[in-house]
Structure formats: structure tokens, C-alpha cells
């Protein structure tokens, strides 16, 4: 009976791993890479009315952080660090920390203000803060 659970547990962590949304090239990888140094390449998928200049990537061990341009960020990082999106340490008053994710060399990271109040933030015509569409 242990000998047929333990079957049926390793066939579901097959499962689950080869079934993940990791590239099939990238399983290797994925698994036996983490704590190596990488580049990360970034992409952010803005769904908030904030303008992608304001976010920031950040190396929740480090510290160290990278800014978007046109929707690209480059950070300096470990491979499996946590990185957490948030917004650029010059917006003062207004928070936004998006679940932390691990790293890896090519991402997406989606901004979705929908489920999150940036409180102090109004519609404004002239609040530079704001994206115009």
C-alpha cells in the first residue's frame, strides 16, 4: 500500500512539473539552476492607468532594482531570487508591491491595478503620474 502511494506521489510530481509553464528546454534548468547569476530580461504588461516609467523591478534579497523603458526592464539578479514589481522609490505617497515571483532569464510581469487601491491617486488631465488612455 506505502509502495503503490509512493508511486502514485512521484508520478504526480511528474506530472506537475512537466505540465508547468516552464519551457521544455528550460526544465533542467529551472530545476538544478537556481542561486546562478542572470540577467533577467523583463516585460511588463501594464494593465494600470499608471504610466510604465513609475514601475520599478526589484531583487527583494538585494535590493537592487532595474526601471522600464518601453515596457523593458534589465536586472542583475540570482536565478529562483524573489523579484517583486513595485513602484520607482521617487513616487512618494502612492504604494503598489505585486506578488513576488522567482527569476528567471526571460519574463513577463503583469501590472493589474484593478484588484489594488493606489490611494491618493485621482483622474487627472494634468497628473503626470497617469496614463492618458
Known sequence: MIKAMTHMFLA???VVITASAVPAEGI???LFSSGKPITAEITLDNR???KSDYFV???LDTGAYAKFFRDKASLDT???SPIQLQLSPSVKHVFYEGVAVSAR???KIKADCTTRSLGGVGPSSKNPFLNSN
Open 57 to 59: 523591478v526589484r531583487d
Open 105 to 107: 532569464k526571460t519574463m
Open 78 to 80: 540570482k536565478s529562483g
Open 48 to 50: 494600470c492607468k499608471v
Open 12 to 14: 504526480a510530481v511528474m
Open 28 to 30: 533542467f534548468d529551472w
